[in-house]
């Protein structure tokens, strides 16, 4: 398609093709070379703010009847199916089968203020963190008050799940064993315990945080897989999501090893080679205790990995995918102690 035409009367037509579709913009000017020179500077000025994520073609083209079909495009592409689903108040005040004053005025306020805008369907888990960080701000604010207004958000969420047919947060379980791995590890923790095992592992403890996949399956990550476009590795049946922190890990990865095969690359285009039982058994273990902590088990890092993933903006559908941790109700479980701690 040639993106500059002349149409009967001798005037210039630009063509765009914008969000999969064809547009047509008359320009009124006559078809010499000086204004074909300036409509090709400036379909070039629009094709690299599209590049960029920056274009606007109300602001190119104000008064075009396209603008209209661009802004039912972004809707079809912000809301999924063209739904337009609800803002969490909207759905709390209309469609909401259940007490609407469950929780006091003060956090009731709170919660409007953080999720209130948003639409039910997008609502992520660092919505959810930013909601509990504010609660825990208000003065005077029990366990019980601070539990319960939780809770109240997740009912809200569960029933507009069921309404709409989208994925649910998860479901809140007030369950809390009170175990020795009750209180979860941070980034900053993950931090200060990669700080002291060997350097040659410390990526990849990283990248079993950021990403949630096991040492084993880290070791096998070929650059092939992984999509510059999407963030993401391509697995066999599996994507992987890989967020900034990871992004920036794997960067210094690709400079450091020069390996254009493996991700954790050894010499020569190998693999890395790893003792996957003494990395999980003695490396992880003693470097908990040289922070201070006891002895943690491999697998409470897997349960970091799952709120790392959640607050990243996974659902819980995707993480069990990406983990591997198929039983809903532990992904349920390891959130939930995170939310109320």
């Known amino acids: 398609m040639r993106a500059i035409v002349s149409d009967t009367e001798g005037n210039l037509v ?34 690299d703010e599209i590049k960029t994520g920056v274009f606007d073609y109300a602001l190119h083209f104000p008064h075009s009847k396209n603008t209209l079909v661009i802004n039912a495009l972004k809707s079809k592409f912000l809301s999924p199916g063209w739904r337009g689903l609800p803002t969490f108040k909207h759905f709390l005040l209309n469609e909401y089968h259940g007490k609407q004053d469950e929780v006091g005025q003060i956090l009731m306020i709170c919660i409007m203020g953080s999720l ?52 649910r ?115 992880w273990p003693k470097a908990c205790q040289e922070i201070g902590r006891e002895a943690l088990p491999i697998h409470v890092l897997k349960r970091a990995s799952v709120f790392y993933l959640y607050e990243a903006g996974l659902s819980v559908d995707q993480i069990c995918q990406q983990t591997q941790i198929q039983f809903r109700p532990v992904i349920h479980q390891i959130l939930s102690q995170h939310v109320l701690n």
Request: charged share 25%; net charge positive; with cysteine.
């Open 169 to 283: 947060p998860f479901k809140l379980v007030l369950k809390d064993d009170g175990g020795q791995y009750a209180r979860p590890l941070c980034h900053r923790d993950i931090l200060k315990i990669v700080d002291n095992v060997p350097s040659k592992y410390r990526e990849v403890f990283l990248l079993q945080y950021y990403t949630g996949l096991s040492s084993r399956e880290l070791v096998e990550l070929e650059w092939k897989q992984y999509s510059v476009k999407d963030t993401t590795f391509f697995l066999p049946g599996r994507d992987v999501y890989i967020d900034p922190y990871a992004r920036r890990l794997l960067f210094q990865l690709r400079k450091k090893s020069g390996n254009s095969r493996y991700v954790l690359g050894a010499p020569f285009g190998k693999k890395l080679k790893i003792n996957h039982c003494w990395l999980s058994k003695e490396c």
């Open 14 to 47: 630009l063509r765009l093709k914008i969000l999969g579709h064809h547009f047509s913009e008359q320009t009124m000017f006559t078809d010499i070379s000086k204004n074909r020179a300036f409509l090709h500077a400036t379909l070039k000025k629009i094709n």
């Open 116 to 167: 209130g805008d948003q639409r039910v369907d997008e609502i992520l888990g660092y919505n959810i963190l930013k909601l509990k960080d504010m609660l825990k701000t208000i003065k005077g604010i029990t366990k019980p008050n601070y539990v319960a207004a939780m809770e109240f958000v997740f009912k809200i969420l569960d029933q507009a799940a069921l309404v709409y047919v989208f994925p």
